[in-house]
């Protein structure tokens, strides 16, 4: 019998610890576990971060944090995909090893092999010790520090679709456990995602059909402040009004179906509304010519069961009125 063994032998009722996919009332908003990873029961998500395609460093062996500079250099496997770094504060009467002995069995009982596991003095230093997995994504939600109770597991699943790779840190603080779930979906960058149409191009999609849908405007995910990349497709939209100044349009926001209906209809609607007032503020379009309009999830034009079709639904587009 190992010591993990001894110390919880209930370890094989993961499935009543675990709960994958279930939003807790106190979680952020707009968070999810990952459906591969689940959660610890009575655990609440305080951070949520997710990219579509980013990079990320998860510590494959003993770090030794008495190193000077990077302490993750040579001991970390640097991954890049869809991300998705998720923090936990988890129930008050748990211990990390507890929690984490869960994780694993959950994950091994998926088919995930634990490439590495550690605590304590193995590994990350013992007590007080400071962590940072990751990189900038993960880095701002995993920077603690822990008492004598840590513990951290990498387990990776092999898929034909691209492998999935799950980082588990637990370490128990002052109040109450803290659980850092980071997860890399690997997967080859897009290329040729640069989506630009110029004034012709609008105004020939608006002729056609009545509506065109642009990917030339750009939003951090879950915010709706333009970001400065989107200025040549505005600096078209101005062209395209100024050479039809007859003309008026709706300018819509879409999202994908990622979260909550009601949330994503207001998030479309700020996104619209933040089109709209670069508009008449940087480029001098009249206001009384534009209408801005929230459309959320509910005007799809591609299936939401892949990334590819929520890429396609992310949008906004400019319809005739």
């Keep these: 019998?190992?010591?993990?063994?001894?110390?919880?032998?209930?370890?094989?009722?993961?499935?009543?610890?675990?709960?994958?996919?279930?939003?807790?009332?106190?979680?952020?908003?707009?968070?999810?576990?990952?459906?591969?990873?689940?959660?610890?029961?009575?655990?609440?998500?305080?951070?949520?971060?997710?990219?579509?395609?980013?990079?990320?460093?998860?510590?494959?062996?003993?770090?030794?944090?008495?190193?000077?500079?990077?302490?993750?250099?040579?001991?970390?496997?640097?991954?890049?995909?869809?991300?998705?770094?998720?923090?936990?504060d988890g129930p008050k009467d748990r211990s990390a090893l507890e929690i984490e002995q869960n994780f694993k069995s959950s994950l091994e009982t998926k088919g995930f092999e634990i490439l590495f596991e550690c605590g304590n003095q193995t590994c990350l230093g013992g007590e007080s010790s400071y962590f940072r997995l990751g990189g900038e994504l993960e880095g701002a939600m995993v920077n603690a520090r822990f008492g004598s109770g840590v513990r951290y597991l990498l387990a990776k699943l092999a898929r034909a679709e691209g492998d999935v790779y799950a980082a588990i840190l637990v370490g128990e603080s002052?109040?109450?456990?803290?659980?850092?779930?980071?997860?890399?979906?690997?997967?080859?960058?897009?290329?040729?995602?640069?989506?630009?149409?110029?004034?012709?191009?609008?105004?020939?999609?608006?002729?056609?059909?009545?509506?065109?849908?642009?990917?030339?405007?750009?939003?951090?995910?879950?915010?709706?402040?333009?970001?400065?990349?989107?200025?040549?497709?505005?600096?078209?939209?101005?062209?395209?009004?100024?050479?039809?100044?007859?003309?008026?349009?709706?300018?819509?926001?879409?999202?994908?179906?990622?979260?909550e209906f009601a949330y994503n209809l207001g998030l479309s609607d700020r996104r619209a509304k933040a089109v709209v007032a670069a508009l008449t503020r940087d480029h001098g379009v009249d206001p009384s010519r534009l209408t801005s309009f929230g459309a959320g999830m509910s005007s799809p034009i591609a299936l939401n069961n892949d990334d590819a079709g929520r890429a396609k639904n992310r949008r906004v587009e400019l319809v005739a009125r």
Excluded: W
């Excluded at 109450?176 to 191009?201: N, W």
């Design 1 to 88: 019998m190992s010591k993990y063994e001894l110390f919880f032998p209930a370890v094989t009722l993961i499935a009543l610890a675990l709960c994958a996919g279930s939003a807790r009332a106190a979680d952020v908003r707009g968070s999810q576990d990952h459906p591969l990873v689940g959660r610890y029961a009575g655990s609440e998500i305080t951070v949520y971060k997710q990219s579509q395609f980013g990079e990320a460093r998860l510590l494959d062996r003993p770090m030794n944090l008495k190193a000077s500079g990077d302490k993750l250099a040579g001991v970390s496997l640097t991954l890049q995909g869809r991300i998705a770094a998720i923090r936990y």
């Design 174 to 259: 002052r109040s109450a456990p803290i659980i850092s779930v980071t997860t890399v979906e690997l997967k080859p960058i897009q290329v040729d995602r640069i989506v630009f149409l110029d004034a012709g191009a609008m105004a020939s999609g608006l002729d056609a059909s009545g509506r065109v849908a642009l990917y030339g405007i750009f939003f951090d995910t879950d915010k709706s402040d333009l970001k400065p990349e989107s200025k040549p497709t505005l600096v078209e939209i101005a062209k395209l009004l100024a050479a039809q100044p007859g003309s008026k349009l709706i300018v819509a926001g879409h999202t994908d179906n990622q979260g």
